[in-house]
């Protein structure tokens, strides 16, 4: 896949998402006002979507049509939206500044974005319980919501941001990171890779094969990610540059060093793409979002 | 149903509960611990139970065995643990006290609090889409995933809190606050009631009286609760006598009076009991909560 291909792939199905999440989020008019508008301040915001970008790729690899994720693309990027809005609060991260605009908190109020966060969790799971262009068995159904609360939870998620903040200050060592960000990040990217394959009830091998490609981009995912917070301008990043190393988070370039975190994140896409080889080209997207997970720039 | 009757039942069903949250809650020892100890603690910290005990209640009037109430009671009573521990937050209503035992961020800290209400809330749905003993099929799960997941929502519970968050330092009137309350206590009250409902496949003429009787008791309940703010020694209600007054909070007092708010938590009660006719003595447990609700001392 070429990759103005890629780009354009990503954009449409970008506004897909946008177009569906603008259906779910209760209306900016609606009472309590300040909360809507808070939750929809968070959600429409932008960002790079690749959580439902793994929807839909790994939906595509599976034989789903694109109009059976939207709402299962959505329902996992409202348990990531949740998730940033508490992460920077001031009692977790204390971030200012997400996708280049000041931080819910910061663009409401404390109180407000706790509770936004509180309300878009549950609006995922009633999505995937009703949503009905999802087309779904009732077990499907409850396959994808047992998946993402799992996801979410406490030895998912939310588990990690737990031992992300008590790793501040420390020197954790090179497992005790991999586990952090396979629980931090690694668990809903593997949920969203996995859901369509619950909602296509698909066959163990692809099942597997799903599994393994998906722990890979995770974790390379995540190298990337601390590559770019070293050396990426605050512009282009969205959030300060070394915020991350300045807030005493261990990183990747700390631990390795930058030349061998880049090479780690293209061993494990190597790998994920390896994974990969019982698909055919239904699985292009999942191969080119692979490779664009290390060469994005932000 | 005499007042000891009443208590054995409430006593063992409490016990009931206690033994399927310690069967579902993440053992201490497991990573993050910490965040297990807090889960735990807020959600085995004892309290009224009184969700739970209209689940049982419900369910028993529907004809359900109380062994496939047990999950779908502890999911309601998560939702509302979780709601709690954040509730008490420094930047919501700031409370040091909690069923005579420090709140969750005073035991512990603010992040672990955050996180053990985030990671409270995916469980409570994993629960009701998995949990064997409930015994329902995948339609009545996804009927009260639905419904669990809209009454903890921005239209619900937790938009109830954001207009009472608004309320604060306000002279809102009588319509205000019971929309308010409405919906902060009300929606989680009405779905511990209905959701028995779902898993049993209910009569449209018995979900109608049981809709009614949940909207009289919740409002009831949250009247009382406000009397009892103003009337019981710290020591009894576990939490500062007058906090709600003081903390600038509408209450049912500050703009009925202590008399006319009793008198009106008894009308509801006796609405409510009315909305019972259709029952036989299957219902006796509701009734019973029905009275408790107005006339317990804490």
Same mark, same amino acid.
């Given at each position: 896949?070429?990759?103005?291909?890629?780009?354009?792939?990503?954009?449409?199905?970008?506004?897909? =998402?946008?177009?569906?999440?603008?259906?779910?989020?209760?209306?900016?008019?609606?009472?309590?006002?300040?909360?809507?508008?808070?939750?929809?301040? /968070? +959600?429409?915001?932008? &960002?790079?979507?690749?959580?439902?970008?793994?929807?839909?790729?790994?939906?595509?690899?599976?034989?789903? /049509?694109?109009?059976?994720? !939207?709402?299962?693309?959505?329902?996992?990027?409202?348990?990531?939206?949740?998730?940033?809005?508490? !992460?920077?609060?001031?009692?977790?991260?204390?971030?200012?500044?997400?996708?280049?605009?000041?931080?819910?908190?910061?663009?409401?109020?404390?109180?407000?974005?706790?509770?936004?966060?509180?309300?878009?969790?549950?609006?995922? #799971?009633?999505?995937?319980?009703?949503? /009905?262009?999802?087309?779904?068995?009732?077990?499907?159904?409850?396959?994808?919501?047992?998946?993402? /609360?799992?996801?979410?939870?406490?030895?998912?998620?939310?588990?990690?941001?737990? +031992?992300?903040?008590?790793?501040?200050?420390?020197?954790?060592?090179?497992?005790?990171?991999?586990?952090?960000?396979?629980?931090?990040?690694?668990?809903?990217?593997?949920? *969203?890779?996995?859901?369509?394959?619950?909602?296509?009830?698909?066959?163990?091998?692809? +099942?597997? *094969?799903?599994?393994?490609? @998906?722990?890979?981009?995770?974790?390379? #995912?995540?190298?990337? !990610?601390?590559?770019? !917070?070293?050396?990426?301008?605050?512009? +282009?990043?969205?959030?300060?540059?070394?915020?991350?190393?300045?807030?005493?988070?261990?990183?990747?370039?700390?631990?390795? &060093?930058?030349?061998? @975190?880049?090479?780690?994140?293209?061993?494990?896409?190597?790998?994920?793409?390896?994974?990969?080889?019982? #698909?055919?080209?239904? *699985?292009? &997207?999942?191969?080119? =979002?692979?490779?664009?997970?290390?060469?994005?720039?932000?």
């Amino acid at each position: 896949m070429t990759p103005d291909t890629l780009r354009q792939r990503l954009e449409q199905r970008a506004q897909r =998402l946008e177009a569906i999440a603008q259906r779910w989020l209760p209306p900016p008019d609606a009472l309590p006002e300040r909360l809507h508008a808070a939750m929809r301040y /968070a +959600v429409l915001g932008g &960002g790079k979507r690749l959580r439902p970008q793994l929807v839909y790729a790994s939906g595509e690899a599976l034989g789903l /049509a694109p109009a059976r994720l !939207d709402a299962v693309a959505l329902a996992v990027e409202l348990i990531h939206a949740y998730s940033l809005i508490h !992460d920077d609060l001031p009692a977790m991260d204390d971030d200012d500044l997400r996708r280049g605009r000041p931080t819910t908190h910061k663009a409401f109020d404390e109180a407000t974005a706790i509770l936004a966060g509180d309300a878009l969790q549950p609006l995922a #799971f009633e999505i995937l319980a009703t949503d /009905a262009s999802i087309a779904g068995g009732a077990q499907q159904r409850l396959a994808m919501i047992s998946r993402l /609360a799992r996801a979410a939870g406490s030895c998912g998620m939310v588990g990690g941001q737990a +031992v992300d903040l008590q790793q501040v200050g420390q020197q954790p060592d090179l497992n005790t990171i991999d586990t952090m960000h396979g629980l931090k990040t690694g668990r809903l990217i593997h949920a *969203a890779t996995l859901l369509p394959a619950d909602l296509a009830d698909a066959a163990d091998t692809a +099942v597997q *094969a799903l599994e393994a490609y @998906s722990s890979r981009i995770g974790l390379a #995912f995540q190298i990337h !990610d601390d590559v770019l !917070d070293e050396t990426t301008e605050t512009a +282009v990043l969205g959030k300060p540059q070394g915020a991350d190393r300045a807030a005493g988070k261990p990183t990747y370039p700390a631990l390795l &060093g930058l030349d061998a @975190s880049r090479q780690r994140a293209q061993t494990l896409t190597d790998e994920a793409l390896d994974h990969l080889r019982g #698909f055919g080209p239904e *699985a292009d &997207g999942l191969r080119a =979002l692979a490779q664009h997970m290390i060469q994005r720039k932000h």
